[in-house]
């Protein structure tokens, strides 16, 4: 009987994951990469996860975000082909001034036929102008998007093609109360979040860019307040989230690659944090720890806390994840402005790597920020 009740334990373990992820198909088709700005040229594992999730067709490159018009796409041709092999490789040409060609059939044709579409990085709501001009997304360039997917294809884009991805989308500012001195895109923003339509290829949530470079984790928990998502991705520069749209998993690439923000509406805030080859679930009911991750279990001590310039930069993240990983209870980080903690409790899991190599998984933290002026835990 003893014998029985723990290969049935067992069993249980081993079902559950896909009970929780794998029945949580949407029934939609097709890849998103999408990347978190500053995208080195020699980042051959998200150029490739991006090549490989192509479907027939030739790679199109889509422009219409940047300042430089045609040229950007030309640039970004250029970089492309050293991954692409016999794949061709074209721009799609839209630029922030093509918003009469929204409903050019040659362009949307061209868009369809592709195996993937890749968005650069500029102005998002460039790209929303030109494609969605109507908000309800019937021009025929927008349809020709969510074709290379139906296709089973990937839609891919970085820093500005990044933000697209989820609608309602961010299209700037800097959250209310939150230090700038990382951000200075933002620096003389009127503080608050501003919020847009986006391209909703990612049918929920929200997505934020540069995020921890810029320390926007504020501006994602504002947006979604504002826009009442629950759930928020912030991905940073050189790193990236691919999503399989058909089962909502995602893979993270990247040291903190991906910072998923949990909003529930009858409990605190979760974070999570994933770093190369950790695999989540874009609503938090599944995952999977990148190979050589061990189990760490929760002591009952708190880590000191910690001063640093802005309790949302790596930095703080960073002390953040590697304290639990340790196995403290909870960790804090403080600046002039906030005080900003992560606490275990029974849904809170940690992996670390049993070489400390990268960072710790923290999955299911609770989240906790209040004025640096307030008693500490």
Request: with cysteine; aromatic share 6%; proline share 5%.
């Amino acid at each position: 009987m003893i014998a029985f009740a723990r290969l049935l334990a067992v069993l249980v373990l081993a079902v559950w994951p896909l009970v929780i992820g794998g029945c949580a198909s949407s029934g939609e088709k097709g890849h998103l990469v999408i990347v978190g700005g500053g995208l080195s040229d020699s980042n051959a594992e998200v150029f490739r996860a991006f090549v490989d999730r192509c479907a027939d067709g030739p790679i199109g490159i889509v422009p219409t975000a940047s300042g430089d018009g045609l040229a950007a796409g030309e640039s970004n041709v250029t970089r492309f082909r050293q991954y692409a092999g016999d794949r061709p490789v074209i721009v799609i040409p839209l630029t922030q001034f093509d918003a009469d060609k929204a409903n050019d059939a040659s362009i949307a044709d061209l868009i369809a036929s592709c195996g993937g579409l890749w968005f650069t990085g500029g102005d998002q709501s460039r790209i929303t102008k030109v494609f969605r001009p109507d908000a309800a997304g019937t021009t025929p360039i927008y349809k020709a998007c969510l074709t290379v997917l139906k296709r089973g294809g990937v839609i891919g884009g970085t820093s500005a093609g990044a933000a697209i991805m989820t609608d309602p989308m961010i299209t700037g500012g800097r959250a209310r109360a939150t230090r700038v001195q990382l951000d200075p895109e933002n620096e003389s923003a009127t503080p608050g979040v501003r919020i847009g339509v986006g391209m909703g290829f990612l049918d929920v949530g929200t997505t934020d860019q540069h995020f921890l470079e810029r320390a926007r984790m504020g501006r994602l928990i504002e947006a979604l307040a504002l826009t009442n998502q629950r759930f928020g991705y912030g991905i940073s520069e050189d790193s990236a989230m691919t999503v399989d749209r058909r089962t909502g998993r995602f893979t993270a690439a990247g040291e903190l690659g991906v910072i998923l923000i949990d909003r529930t509406t009858d409990g605190p805030l979760r974070l999570s944090a994933f770093s190369a080859d950790d695999r989540g679930h874009v609503k938090g009911a599944w995952l999977s720890p990148a190979s050589g991750r061990v189990g760490v279990e929760s002591g009952e001590q708190h880590a000191p806390v910690v001063t640093l310039k802005n309790v949302y930069s790596r930095d703080a993240i960073m002390h953040l994840a590697r304290a639990l990983g340790n196995g403290v209870a909870s960790a804090s980080v403080r600046d002039g402005d906030l005080l900003m903690t992560l606490t275990r409790d029974r849904r809170t899991r940690v992996y670390r790597d049993s070489t400390g190599a990268r960072p710790p998984l923290v999955i299911d933290a609770i989240l906790s920020i209040q004025p640096a002026s307030g008693s500490s835990p």
